[in-house]
């Protein structure tokens, strides 16, 4: 699947629907009147538009990456309000936040590793901020119909998303949950909710993609089945309905959370799973 333009923009909508939209209004309502957001890993700025309408009009949006075509798509559809700025996040100490008000990011926690996310609340923690940060894949994936080689599939497919996606071992299905306990034990206020996929018959460009990078990283990590089970997703496509979980999370430094505004006086984080799901 990669991060390229096309696969960013087939996958925009299902992420749009997904947000859970009370954490997202709870990010931008702690905003001062002039936010500006630093955007990790932002690609074309899809976290920009899914929170755009939810921020003060004046708010300005500094967005990283380091893929040059991705920023220059960003920029060209962001206008004036928009700033982009090439950048390895693995240098989390040149991490720009000085003038950021909240960081952001989506779709990016499953790529990285315990110790970057460790640094980066490092820096967090030093400059008071809140990180918002959605759509991590939290390893659940379920089909219908249900296929005898599911289970094997999405089982080698949570294994490679555990390995380096470019900041050391990535922390894959793990990476909300390792997160919040990561934020909290730093003394932030961590609220996480769910945002799955719940994928219909008519999203099928986006399933075949979907499907299509599933089976290439299960073959990867060695499943002898990946390529049949493939081809009979691939057969089903007409039919399929899909439940791809991911998980949002808000993390509200301790200075956040003396203030009332906050809107919680406890950690918070995610009960039980959403009916008709189960563990991948
Ligand atoms: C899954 S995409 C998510 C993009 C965007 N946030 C969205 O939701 O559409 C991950 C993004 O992280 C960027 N990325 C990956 N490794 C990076 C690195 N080391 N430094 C900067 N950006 C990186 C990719 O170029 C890509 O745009």
Request: contains cysteine.
């Given at each position: 699947?990669?991060?390229?333009?096309?696969?960013?923009?087939?996958?925009?909508?299902?992420?749009?629907?997904?947000?859970?939209?009370?954490?997202?209004?709870?990010?931008?309502?702690?905003?001062?009147?002039?936010?500006?957001?630093?955007?990790?890993?932002?690609?074309?700025?899809?976290?920009?538009?899914?929170?755009?309408?939810?921020?003060?009009?004046?708010?300005?949006?500094?967005?990283?990456?380091?893929?040059?075509?991705?920023?220059?798509?960003?920029?060209?559809?962001?206008?004036?309000?928009?700033?982009?700025?090439?950048?390895?996040?693995?240098?989390?100490?040149?991490?720009?936040?000085?003038?950021?008000?909240?960081?952001?990011?989506?779709?990016?926690?499953?790529?990285?590793?315990?110790?970057?996310?460790?640094?980066?609340?490092?820096?967090?923690?030093?400059?008071?901020?809140?990180?918002?940060?959605?759509?991590?894949?939290?390893?659940?994936?379920?089909?219908?119909?249900?296929?005898?080689?599911?289970?094997?599939?999405?089982?080698?497919?949570?294994?490679?998303?555990?390995?380096?996606?470019?900041?050391?071992?990535?922390?894959?299905?793990?990476?909300?949950?390792?997160?919040?306990?990561?934020?909290?034990?730093?003394?932030?206020?961590?609220?996480?909710?769910?945002?799955?996929?719940?994928?219909?018959?008519?999203?099928?460009?986006?399933q075949r993609e979907l499907m299509t990078g599933i089976a290439e990283a299960?073959?990867?990590?060695?499943?002898?089945?990946?390529?049949?089970?493939?081809?009979?997703?691939?057969?089903?496509?007409?039919?399929?309905?899909?439940?791809?979980g991911h998980v949002d999370l808000l993390a509200l430094p301790p200075s956040?959370?003396?203030?009332?505004?906050?809107?919680?006086?406890?950690?918070?984080?995610?009960?039980?799973?959403?009916?008709?799901?189960?563990?991948?």
């Amino acid at each position: 699947m990669g991060f390229s333009a096309d696969w960013l923009a087939l996958r925009e909508p299902a992420d749009r629907a997904a947000r859970d939209s009370g954490l997202a209004q709870r990010a931008c309502a702690l905003q001062p009147a002039t936010p500006v957001i630093v955007d990790l890993g932002a690609g074309t700025g899809a976290t920009r538009r899914a929170l755009d309408g939810l921020l003060p009009a004046a708010a300005r949006w500094h967005l990283l990456d380091n893929d040059p075509a991705l920023l220059d798509a960003a920029a060209d559809e962001g206008g004036a309000q928009v700033r982009t700025q090439i950048t390895d996040l693995n240098q989390i100490d040149a991490l720009p936040l000085d003038d950021a008000t909240l960081v952001t990011a989506s779709a990016l926690f499953d790529l990285v590793s315990r110790d970057w996310l460790a640094a980066l609340i490092g820096r967090l923690r030093e400059r008071d901020l809140p990180i918002y940060a959605a759509l991590s894949y939290d390893g659940q994936m379920t089909f219908e119909p249900a296929l005898d080689r599911d289970l094997d599939v999405v089982a080698a497919f949570n294994g490679h998303q555990r390995g380096d996606k470019g900041f050391g071992p990535a922390l894959g299905p793990d990476a909300a949950r390792e997160a919040a306990r990561l934020f909290q034990d730093a003394g932030f206020q961590v609220k996480l909710a769910e945002s799955p996929w719940r994928l219909s018959p008519d999203q099928a460009d986006l399933q075949r993609e979907l499907m299509t990078g599933i089976a290439e990283a299960a073959a990867e990590a060695g499943c002898a089945a990946a390529e049949a089970w493939l081809a009979q997703r691939l057969d089903l496509l007409a039919e399929a309905s899909g439940y791809i979980g991911h998980v949002d999370l808000l993390a509200l430094p301790p200075s956040a959370c003396d203030n009332p505004a906050a809107g919680a006086k406890s950690n918070e984080s995610l009960s039980g799973r959403p009916e008709g799901t189960e563990n991948a």
